[in-house]
């Protein structure tokens, strides 16, 4: 068992499994430990973990996800909610105030899931699994949701792919870390400190880029010439598409109850006369 500090350095993305599966005992472990250890706001934790492991039900949720690969290989992927339902059933059971279904609810759970997610990561990665986050979560929420047959007050938030590792990637790089601190309040960086951040990320991130046949063909194509280019291109994160997916999240927040519509005040009367 790897400790805190070693499990965070040598964490990577993992993308390509082996088939062995992952031990019901060890699954067990990993959940109980980190329901335990994770913070919780109220201690109402306001999340749920849905496990699939069926081939036929992993391969629905590769169609969702995009259609990335690793989904198929992974023995196990975890979808994480933020989840109010199971807290409001209890509320209204015990005659109490209903709460909680509304935008700050959301943002709570949204919070937990994310927390919990976290703290189920590095379980695995301190027993030697690897695993990757899966950001398209999100642009599918609505989907995973009716697909997981989530209720009211519950929604996806992300979702982890777990294995046996069969790749060994390197470290994706970081800004330097006071890119990322402020002492006491915030502290715009100046053009000249900006450059000087992101220069070493530029050169390695493009170099990446430019290793890979198929991305560097899109750059050519796309008159992409910088790293920054790329990560708003119609080939990474499109403002556009970005536009598109948030108005696909918050029909989905309205959907589950997460942003009833405002009361309307009644009209008042005109006076006669």
Known sequence: MQTVAQTLLNHRSIRQFKPD????????????????????????????MIVTRDPARK???????????????????????????????WLRLRGACDNFNNFLGYQVAANEAMLISQSVTLGFEARGYGLCYMGTTLQAMGKIAD????????????????GV??????RRERLPLRAYVHDETYREASTAELEDLYRAREESGWQRYMSMPRLRAMCEEGGITSLAQMYTSPYKYDPEAYAATSRQVLDALRG???????PTDE???TPAG
């Open 267 to 269: 009209a008042v009367p």
């Open 256 to 262: 589950r109850g997460f942003l009833p519509e405002p």
């Open 147 to 162: 697909y997981l047959q989530l209720p009211q007050t519950c929604l996806p938030i992300t979702t982890i792919a777990v």
């Open 21 to 48: 599966e992952i031990p019901q005992a060890t699954l067990d472990e990993v959940l109980h430990e980190a329901v335990v250890g994770t913070s919780s706001s109220g201690n109402l934790n306001s999340f749920s």
């Open 165 to 170: 590792p069969d790749e060994q990637p390197e």
């Open 59 to 89: 391969r629905r949720l590769y169609e969702l996800h995009g259609e990335q690969e690793f989904v198929l290989q992974a023995p196990l992927v975890i979808t994480f909610c933020a989840d109010w339902h199971r807290t409001r059933q």
